[in-house]
């Protein structure tokens, strides 16, 4: 079965502080992760995805297949960076390329 | 606004009625998603199109629940005899499927349901 797990609903850091988002997965194949985020009022984007292998603002992921976790990461935290973070993961050409989505986890940056 | 677009954004039924919500996917992208989020939760798949043709459906989409892409454009998301349980955010997505497998999902803002 196809899942997504992130374990945290609500991650508060101080402004500068490092940003650790979880994800882990579940999926029997070659996924593709990826993290969408949504800020206050906006619609669903992405943000970054794990074969590009790109930091998007300041954010990197890494694909640990042992571990099945695609952890989205920051050194220091912005207060722009508070918004809703969701990990997803599709079939490669499978499925539609349909997206799982985790259940969220909302970041907030305190100043 | 070339971006996904869905009307409308906002409906509020009385159980039992039939609802309909459109999505305007991004011009040249062939495939077309549709999910439903509710509270508290990431979105789930519901359906999706390769052109005009229905691929996908969801254990989630029950028999009230139909879809169609009649020329491959905009699609239409209907539920009939709604319950409370429908009250959601419907949204859509839309792609351009490529050769090499990678694509994006571009969402639109979504459409949210109130059954009362």
């Known amino acids: 079965a196809q899942r997504v797990t992130q374990p945290e609903k609500l991650l508060s850091v101080f402004k500068g502080a490092p940003v650790e988002l979880k994800c882990n997965y579940s999926y029997s194949g070659s996924p593709e992760l990826f993290w969408y985020v949504q800020y206050s009022r906006q619609r669903l984007q992405l943000l970054l995805r794990?074969?590009s292998r790109e930091s998007i603002k300041g954010f990197t992921a890494d694909l640990n297949k042992g571990e099945t976790s695609f952890h989205l990461k920051k050194p220091f935290a912005q207060e722009e960076d508070s918004a809703m973070y969701y990990c997803?993961?599709?079939?490669?050409?499978?499925?539609?390329?349909?997206?799982?989505f985790g259940a969220g986890t909302i970041l907030r940056v305190k100043s | 606004d070339t971006g996904v677009s869905q009307d409308p954004r906002h409906k509020i039924t009385k159980r039992g009625q039939n609802v309909t919500f459109r999505c305007d996917p991004i011009s040249e992208h062939n495939r077309l998603y549709w999910y439903r989020q509710t509270l508290g939760q990431g979105p789930e798949f519901l359906t999706y199109f390769q052109n005009e043709a229905q691929l996908e459906k969801s254990r989630l989409l029950s028999d009230r629940f139909s879809a169609e892409r009649p020329k491959g454009s905009f699609s239409t998301l209907e539920i009939q005899r709604t319950e409370q349980g429908d009250s959601a955010m419907y949204l859509c997505a839309s792609s351009q499927a490529q050769a090499s497998g990678t694509y994006e999902q571009y969402f639109g803002p979504g459409t949210r349901l109130t059954v009362t």
């Open positions: 997803a993961l599709s079939g490669m050409r499978e499925y539609g390329n349909k997206l799982v």
């Open positions: 794990h074969i």
